[in-house]
């Protein structure tokens, strides 16, 4: 048990980083939350019952599902416990001022305002005792609130996954191409290109919003496919040509970002159906979105191959000594053109998920992503130099990044200062990775 | 090896924490309860104009009780996203913001219409169908083009002449400013006292280099040229550059817009004729003021124009921000 843990913490240093970061933003997010739907209600008509009498109550709440949860279980068990509600508000703020206007008008009293913990901040109950003055003065009852990091809520959980889906993805590729020793800046142009497409294809040859499910597979098979033509096309170059990556990537990263510029005609691509969207904002199993599902198939599928084939052992031999793994028999230009076509597959497919998520398509799309999905596998542990590196590594790494920025989003750090704690955790993630080396050889 | 990595994770956490506490501590000295907290995406805080619309947001907003948290969008339309998402679990009591693409952003201003959350936009409007939004507070770059247009009847006097627009023809604010400024240059004409005459629309980007290359392009086309109109700061300060360069500097005047620092200080200098300038301070007061409005159950019309307002020479020798 021991040399396994061992092995596991030196292997995946970050996953002790990454789970240092969550205890961190758990304890930083630790707020007051409070009790919605029919709990929240029952709390609020104990506390109304406690009062005695025949108090009169004004239910106020938003037009949230919760929150209507809320009004239709106070309306059915406040008249049980002897009070009479006397007008409910809810949706705006304007419904709890119009019912307060009336019920001054009708020169009725009103001893209890009951409402959710976000109803009770409307202004329009601060000072009532000075707008209505005929009312009295009605106590406020909300649902006790109880503490809970806004960090650790499922939905929290849940939209970070979604938020990092389509770089992972991505990173995927990248970890491959980074492993063989080579670079590929081509991938957030390829994701516009391919957002643009899927759009194109479906407003022109699927039908645009009244496209078939048919049509819409179709269409953004064809743009994965295009994307990876394109990624072929660069690993051509690098094979063929012995152009260093670093330029075949950066010229196609122009060209990809021109074309999806050029073929959306500078605007925003939105004759989708809105069936389009059960890729990217739709969540089948248990509530957990299908783009964090492929996210992880995708994720066993590599590791799979990255440690347990012989293509994936070739990419390793690749980037650790080229010339070796070409005399050992390894097709070593074959073995590149896969890095790079994956590459640009997964960027092709990470283009459908975003416009699927936006529900539109646009040239400017996937601005600076090769910047995060390279900064994902890094901070995973996979070495620029090549032949060296790791699927859940890169997977930890993109969950990294992912949780910093949602973390200083929680904790009202704003976006200049996003910036710099980003870069310093991407530096210092290296630094670690660095001083682990060391301390191995 | 382990201890290495545990100082350099607690050098991280305190850092983190350090930025963590300095926006918090402000408003109202953090002691009882705010009125919670205003979640504001801007297009992009790299534009000053942003950049001031946010921290008065921040700063009427503390006033009143208010945190603040104002993030870039950087006009991606998927970071935006994310950060309302953020704005949507942190249950803020309202989100403002300035689509980076209104078309993309539906999805998750309908996200923040179901959690109940009251969102307003500022400077760029969401007009798409289907979603709910409190207000949209911007400029009325309409009446600005008006403006400009007059500012310009005014510098080339009774002769008039041929002038140039520069544009930014992907932007509805730009479009607006344009069609304003043509209205009033036609009823000038059509009163018939020394005609000006739109010779060319030339494509600005609205920055400096190409707005440079526009003015170049439009003072080779048209060598009698006598004036430039500019549709903001950037574009105009790189039309003066080329003019200067061409040595045309004093034949032909230029109408700017936005009155930015550097669009300011241009004025004063003469380089630039006059702007209509956008007072993005207003609009960040305006917000906070429409966010309590709306808290207190008033009801608000859909828009909110804040006008323009001609800056001259005159105007720029009086203002205490320039030196």
């Given at each position: ?193 391919s957002a643009?497409l899927v759009a194109r294809f479906i407003r022109d040859y699927a039908g645009g919003a009244a496209a078939s499910t048919g049509g819409l597979v179709l269409a953004s098979l064809a743009a994965v ?44 691509i939105?004759q989708i159906p809105e069936s389009f969207i059960w890729l990217g904002r739709g ?7 299908n ?58 497919l990470?283009g459908v998920i975003?416009a699927s998520q936006?529900k539109s398509g ?80 | ?323």
């Open positions: 048990m021991k040399p396994f843990l061992k092995k596991t913490l030196s292997e995946y240093g970050m996953s002790l980083v990454l789970l240092l970061l969550c205890a961190y933003f758990s304890v930083v997010t630790w707020s007051d939350q409070s009790p919605a739907g029919a709990d929240g209600a029952q709390q609020v008509t104990e506390a109304i019952a406690r009062l005695g009498g025949t108090p009169r109550v004004l239910i106020a709440a938003t037009s949230q599902p919760d929150d209507a949860a809320f009004t239709a279980r106070l309306l059915t068990d406040l008249p049980v416990n002897g009070a009479v509600v006397v007008a409910t508000a809810s949706g705006e703020p304007q419904a709890a001022r119009e019912a307060l206007q009336k019920l001054a008008a009708s020169g009725g009293k009103l001893d209890v305002i009951a409402c959710t913990q976000a109803a009770g901040g409307w202004l329009v109950f601060s000072d009532i005792k000075t707008d209505y003055p005929g009312l009295g003065s009605p106590q406020i009852i909300t649902p006790r609130s109880y503490r809970w990091p806004n960090f650790l809520k499922t939905a929290n959980l849940l939209n970070i996954a979604n938020q990092i889906a389509i770089i992972a993805i991505i990173a995927i590729g990248m970890t491959m191409v980074i492993i063989t020793g080579g670079i590929d800046l081509s991938v957030g142009s390829l994701l516009a290109l643009v496919v295009i994307c990876g033509g394109a990624g072929a096309f660069s690993g051509l170059m690098i094979t063929r040509f012995r152009i260093p990556p670093f330029i075949v990537t950066l010229a196609m990263m122009l060209v990809g970002s021109g074309l999806a510029y050029t073929l959306a005609a500078g605007q925003t939105y969540a089948d199993l248990f509530s957990v979105p783009a964090v599902v492929l996210m992880f198939i995708l994720y066993a599928l590599a590791h799979v191959l990255m440690s347990r084939m012989k293509l994936g052992r070739y990419l390793y031999a690749v980037g650790g000594n080229s010339e070796a793994a070409r005399l050992s028999g390894v097709p070593v230009r074959r073995v590149l053109l896969f890095a790079y076509t994956a590459s640009a597959l997964l960027a092709g990470g975003m936006l646009s040239g400017n799309y996937g601005n600076m992503y090769e910047l995060y999905v390279i900064a994902a596998v890094v901070v995973g542990g996979t070495s620029l130099s090549g032949g060296e590196g790791k699927m859940p590594g890169t997977l930890i790494g993109a969950f990294t990044i992912a949780v910093i920025q949602n973390g200083m989003n929680l904790t009202n750090v704003e976006s200049y200062t996003q910036k710099v704690v980003l870069g310093l955790v991407i530096l210092g993630a290296v630094l670690l990775d660095r001083l682990r080396h060391q301390a191995r050889l | 090896m382990k201890r290495k990595s545990f100082l350099l994770l607690a050098g991280t956490a305190v850092w983190l924490t350090a930025c963590n506490k300095s926006p918090e501590a402000a408003p109202g000295g953090g002691a009882g309860k705010g009125r919670g907290t205003i979640g504001v995406s801007l297009l992009a805080l790299d534009n000053p104009f942003f950049k001031v619309i946010g921290d008065n947001i921040t700063a009427e907003g503390a006033k009143f009780g208010y945190e603040t948290l104002v993030v870039s969008g950087d006009k991606d339309p998927a970071k935006q996203g994310n950060q309302i998402k953020d704005f949507i679990v942190k249950k803020v009591s309202a989100i403002v913001l300035s689509p980076c693409d209104s078309k993309a952003s539906v999805a998750v201003i309908r996200e923040a219409n179901a959690a109940g959350i009251p969102v307003f936009t500022v400077d760029i409007p969401c007009n798409e169908p289907g979603v709910k939004i409190v207000t949209q507070i911007a400029t009325d770059n309409y009446g600005g083009g008006k403006e400009a247009a007059k500012a310009m009847i005014e510098a080339l006097g009774e002769a008039g002449g041929k002038i140039a627009v520069l544009h930014l023809k992907q932007a509805e604010s730009c479009i607006l400013r344009v069609k304003g400024f043509t209205e009033i240059i036609n009823e000038h004409n059509a009163a018939g006292k020394g005609k000006v005459d739109i010779v060319t629309e030339l494509e600005s980007g609205g920055a400096k280099d190409m707005g440079y290359k526009a003015a170049e392009d439009a003072v080779q086309a048209h060598p009698d040229l006598r004036g430039i109109f500019a549709i903001n700061d950037p574009a105009a300060l790189g039309a003066r550059a080329a003019l200067e360069k061409a040595g045309k500097a004093d034949q032909i005047v230029i109408v700017g817009f936005d009155g930015q620092p550097e669009g300011k200080q241009a004025i004063k200098d003469g380089r630039i004729y006059a702007d209509p300038i956008q007072f993005p301070e207003k609009m960040g007061i305006q917000i906070v003021d429409s966010i309590i409005r709306h808290s207190k159950g008033e009801s608000l019309p859909p828009q909110m124009l804040i006008p323009t307002s001609l800056y001259r020479k005159a105007d720029a020798l009086k203002d205490p921000d320039l030196k």
